[in-house]
């Protein structure tokens, strides 16, 4: 017995000292590629020495004398920190994830091989002005010069995923950046999935006048009536009689609802106590570990400029100069549409065109797969653009027999210049050179918010899509695509795209809203982010007659819903004070606390409070509850909550109070039973996810924003290592957006919101500030990971300067660059 002890004793000791040199090996093979920011580099490709000092957060301060040499300390820099990200973002546009990942990214390979975007971006290099070709190239030497100093110095392959994944450190290219903005494009584009769901809604409606109630147009007139989706599609059945078909892993592409959002505002010098402009910016995208957002300050010939960048991009794509403060919100410009294309039924590689039977342009991909056999793709291009397979974004179940889907997309152009509208946007010097450098922004569709010295403006970039009159679906739905009159007419001219300049209010602003009312074709979109947000957005900026950078941040950081002011009183209107008393543990007093505490609640959505918890889960199953026997199955779909379908049902708009009544049952409920029912569905949920008392639950813990390692955050262990999760305040309708997952488990994580926020003050350059979600360096092991992540989290911000003594005087390390003699 003794003697059995002492081998378990040995084993046991031995496996702790195993694992100890494990974590050792580990920690030594990732701690290598931490990248030292105090050295002297010798690096080709330089014209002279400059250095890039890290501040206290480790934001490089690029001091070059040219512009090539500030771009090269860009790339440089950027490798420093983000060298997997940008990586992983090629390996994306490539289409080539399923090398490293294996059979789980096979759909997202097949998609962007489908959409062509990587040899559509090296295309559109050429098409670039002489100065951004020059910041291509000079970038790209950056970039390559840092990996040929992890090559050379055997610095831990650069990043610890390089050590699992074992993927190669290929040069970086010009047509590597134009692709990300490609990518980025298919990260904000979401009306391909708007006319899926629409025409898949068309056919569960029985009634077909109730889409407009479960999918309503934003008020305000100019919109026409749309046909049904079955007279356009013949020979599909009622969605009631089909299944959804499973749809593959499909990132970067966008899940409905997320595909784009912001706030940006500006004032004039009127409307300021300093009499200087103001502009606050808070671009939204998906939250990752670590953030999209890189802040970077570079000097350039034209002067200063600092912001936020996206890591293998070489531009400050918002921010401020001296002179110019510029920012970027999604649009919800209707710059896709999905064609029906009839095959031929006697030779499938034809397609109808306009006048007769067209060959598919088509092509053989072959996508590499770790540990399974490669897999070759047919590509496919009708005149209105690639096919699409029934596979992805549930075409097959709109897709009649006979004939296959095609998208028209204006990120889909061989001649895409967005990339030189952002170089010269970053190089203008006030509003009007600005706007100028606008006019070769394509793709993704952006409203460009800018304020200088003198005034304020914004504009609507991209290019519009010129539709024909007669469209049979005014782009709602997808239509044949072999009728001239269902196809694009090209692009319509940059001065056609929306501009306000000059407000008479002194006051311009984005929330995502809809900006323009015109009547089709002119329309900029019938689809827009939501009517909540603007409406506190005007309440507020309007409540003061002058603001200052304290009130901009203040909105900023904005967490009362509207939509809760708005819906509460509506859906609890027969419920609030009716109710009578009844004993402890019962579902009606329950419903009675419930009650009790919404109706001392201003709408807040702020993180410490459990009347938002109540009144999400109330809304989140009211709906299910009004659409669940109507769609069937597809009412998974419509996870968020739509407010403006639960206003027009409570106020019975053009009848729309027929979905409180269930069809299946005999009696005929109303909407205050719906909502009774639903309180108490929403409260048995929270009993059984919280299990504790109503006053106990707090916003923050449902609301939880994920930040998650994009490959390493599923890994047991490391993944409490890689993920970044904050308790957070806001909500899907609040200026300090954040957006929920939708998701069975866990419907109200934060997993969309500002990452990057950004207020500059012209009155006051240097006391403009900045924040960011994470924190510089993609590194888990680099302090740097995270640090910005609870100042963002707590609402705080840090200074935005381009005063380089300041950069210095607390600096984290000076990187000297030198070209090799």
């Known amino acids: 017995m003794r003697l059995l002890f002492r081998w378990l004793v040995r084993l046991v000791s031995f496996a702790i000292l195993a694992g100890v040199l494990a974590v050792v090996v580990v920690y030594y093979l990732g701690s290598r590629s931490l990248p030292d920011y105090d050295k002297r580099v010798e690096v080709a490709g330089l014209s002279q020495p400059f250095e890039i000092v890290r501040d206290n957060s480790s934001i490089p301060h690029i ?56 040899n559509l971006a090296r295309q559109s290099v050429a098409a670039q002005d002489t100065r951004t070709q020059a910041a291509l190239r000079a970038y790209s030497a950056g970039v390559n010069a840092r990996i040929d100093e992890i090559n050379q110095g055997s610095l831990g392959r650069g990043a610890p995923e390089f050590f699992v994944f ?103 010098a009127t409307r300021a106590t300093s009499e200087g402009t103001l502009l606050a910016n808070d671009p939204h995208l998906g939250l990752t570990a670590p953030s999209i957002w890189y802040l970077a300050r570079m000097e350039l010939s034209s002067g200063g400029v600092i912001g936020g960048t996206i890591p293998g991009i070489p531009a400050i794509m918002v921010g401020r100069s001296e002179t110019l403060g510029w920012g970027l919100t999604s649009s919800y410009l209707d710059d896709q549409d999905l064609h029906l294309e009839e095959l031929n039924p006697d030779n499938s590689e034809q397609y109808r065109g306009v006048d007769g ?31 699409l397979p029934g596979t992805q974004f549930d075409l097959g179940t709109i897709t009649p027999p006979g004939h296959v889907m095609s998208l028209s997309w204006t990120a889909l152009s061989p001649e895409d210049t967005t990339m030189s509208a952002a170089m010269g946007i970053m190089h203008a010097g ?103 947000r603007v409406r506190r957005w005007r309440a507020l900026m ?66 410490h409070l459990p009347e938002p918890v109540i009144y ?76 504790t008392t109503l006053a106990s639950l707090r916003w923050g813990t449902a609301h939880e924003a994920v930040h998650e390692h994009s490959v390493l955050g599923e890994v047991p262990v490391l993944r409490y290592f890689v993920n970044i999760r904050q308790s957070t305040s806001g909500g899907d309708f609040t200026l300090q957006r954040g957006a929920t997952s939708g998701d069975e488990t866990n419907p109200f994580q934060n997993v969309h919101a500002a990452g990057y926020r950004g207020v500059y003050d012209f009155a006051d350059p240097d006391s403009s500030v900045f924040i960011i979600a994470t924190g510089q360096s993609g590194h888990f092991l680099s302090r740097h990971y995270d640090d910005l992540g609870q100042l963002w989290r707590r609402g705080e911000y840090i200074p935005m300067s381009l005063d380089p003594e300041l950069a210095r005087a607390a600096a984290v390390g000076i990187t000297e660059l030198v070209p090799t003699e």
């Open 63 to 118: 001091m070059a004398e040219t512009d090539e040499d500030a771009f090269f300390g860009l790339g440089y820099a950027h490798a420093q920190d983000r060298l997997w990200q940008m990586t992983l973002l090629r390996r994306t546009a490539q289409g080539r994830l399923s090398e490293m990942f294996g059979t789980r990214t096979v759909e997202t390979d097949k998609l962007l091989r489908r959409l062509d975007l990587y």
């Open 166 to 268: 074992g993927a190669e450190l290929a040069p970086w290219q010009p047509a590597d950046s134009v692709a990300l903005v490609k990518v980025l494009a298919l990260q904000l584009a979401g009306h391909l999935q708007e006319e899926v769901l629409r025409a898949r809604t068309s056919l569960a409606l029985d009634d077909e006048e109730r889409l407009a109630d479960i999918l309503p147009d934003i008020p305000g007139s100019g919109v026409a009536a749309l046909p049904e989706y079955a007279s356009l599609a013949p020979g599909l059945p009622r969605f009631a009689e089909a299944q959804p078909q499973a749809e593959g892993a499909l990132w970067p592409a966008p899940k409905r609802g997320l595909a784009g959002a912001s706030n940006a505002w500006a004032a004039d």
């Open 357 to 387: 039977w067209r060959r598919f342009e088509t092509r053989r991909s072959i996508i590499e797969i770790k540990d399974a056999p490669p897999v070759t793709v047919t590509l496919r291009w009708t005149e209105n653009g690639p096919v």
């Open 430 to 532: 006030d509003v009007d050179e600005a706007l100028e450098a606008g006019e070769s922004y394509v793709a993704p569709s952006q409203m460009l918010t800018l304020a200088d010295e003198d005034g304020v403006a914004m504009k609507l970039l991209g290019r519009m899509p010129a539709r024909d009159a007669n469209h049979q679906s005014q782009g709602r739905l997808p239509a044949p695509g072999w009728i001239e009159a269902n196809r694009w007419q090209g692009t319509l001219p940059y001065r056609d795209n929306p501009e306000f300049t000059e407000p008479a209010g002194g006051i311009v602003g984005n929330t995502n809203n809809k900006v323009i009312d015109r009547p089709f074709p002119d329309h900029v979109s019938f689809e827009w982010g939501d009517s909540q």
């Open 542 to 607: 309007q409540g003061r007659e002058v603001h200052t950078r304290d009130s901009f941040i203040e909105f900023q950081l904005d967490t009362v819903s509207e939509a809760a002011r708005t819906l509460l009183p509506l859906i609890g209107a027969d419920l609030w004070f009716t109710g009578e008393a009844a004993p402890e543990g019962t579902p009606e007093r329950r419903r009675r606390v419930a009650l009790d505490l919404l109706s001392e609640w201003n709408g807040e959505m702020n993180e």
């Open 616 to 691: 999400a889960a109330w809304l989140r199953a009211l709906q299910d509850r009004l659409i669940r026997d109507d769609l069937g199955p597809l009412a998974d779909t419509y996870d968020r909550v739509e407010p403006l379908f639960i206003e027009r049902v409570f106020r019975d708009v053009d009848g729309a109070s027929a979905w409180c009544d269930i069809v299946r049952s005999a009696a005929e409920e109303s909407c205050t039973d719906i909502a009774r029912l639903a309180l108490d569905d929403a409260l048995v949920w929270i009993e059984e996810t919280y299990g």
